[in-house]
T-cell receptor, first 111, second 122 residues
Framework: LAKTTQPISMDSYEGQEVNITCSHN???????ITWYQQFPSQGPRFIIQ???TKVTNEVASLFIPADRKSSTLSLPRVSLSDTAVYYC????????????FGGGTRVLVKP | GAVVSQHPSRVICKSGTSVKIECRSL??????MFWYRQFPKKSLMLMAT?????????EQGVEKDKFLINHASLTLSTLTVTSAHPEDSSFYIC??????????????????FGPGTRLTVL
């Protein structure tokens, strides 16, 4: 299983950009990197997914270097409602696509 | 987008009783669903993989006789916590794997999660 490592927590202020880096040194060739957001007492919500280079959608950007051993989720101009736990996951194709959640990063956006 | 529902959202039961939690894929067929458990301020822990028409695959340390999983149709998987005890109190979340043909350009290896079920055993 490709294990991921993220910072435990990050604080930010409204309007700032938040960048969360995830390490996944053992990522396999066919694995994709997926980020989820979770609010308290809710199921995780899909944010973005990528394989290499850069991916951008209406919510976030995902930067993946050439070696794919890490990835950075970028949240532009965060608001208070972006306070949540963010999980970085790497798909495990060999195990039927089951996902192994790491500890996640608790992001607190302050006014 | 893909929607996964769970029922009930919250349940309180007495110790020793059994509780059934339903997970439905509302607008797509899911041959594979997953069940997770999450304790307060902790990450999600995968309990088992539910495959339509076959037996579930349990993660190491998860008692299959205590957490019964049934995936009888392509849109429904159920988790039954048998003889529940206070230590089973937790937040149970299901997810469904999106079939490749469901959404054009859909992310690969992506799961969509249900809203979760809060179980409290007294």
């Amino acid at each position: 299983l490709a294990k991921t490592t993220q910072p435990i927590s990050m604080d930010s202020y409204e309007g700032q950009e938040v960048n969360i880096t995830c390490s996944h040194n053992n990522i396999a060739t066919n694995d994709y990197i997926t980020w989820y957001q979770q609010f308290p007492s809710q199921g995780p919500r899909f944010i973005i997914q990528g394989y290499k280079t850069k991916v951008t959608n209406e919510v976030a950007s995902l930067f993946i270097p050439a070696d794919r051993k890490s990835s950075t989720l970028s949240l532009p101009r965060v608001s208070l409602s972006d306070t949540a736990v963010y999980y970085c996951l790497v798909g495990d194709k060999a195990a039927g696509n089951k996902l192994t959640f790491g500890g996640g990063t608790r992001v607190l956006v302050k006014p | 987008g893909a929607v996964v529902s769970q029922h009930p959202s919250r349940v309180i039961c007495k110790s020793g009783t059994s509780v059934k939690i339903e997970c439905r894929s509302l607008d797509f067929q899911a041959t594979t669903m997953f069940w997770y458990r999450q304790f307060p301020k902790k990450s999600l822990m995968l309990m088992a993989t539910s495959n339509e028409g076959s037996k579930a695959t349990y993660e190491q340390g998860v008692e299959k006789d205590k957490f019964l999983i049934n995936h009888a149709s392509l849109t429904l998987s159920t988790l039954t916590v048998t003889s529940a005890h206070p230590e089973d109190s937790s937040f149970y979340i299901c997810s469904a794997r999106i079939p490749p043909a469901y959404l054009a350009g859909a992310p690969r290896d992506t799961q969509y999660f249900g809203p979760g079920t809060r179980l409290t055993v007294l």
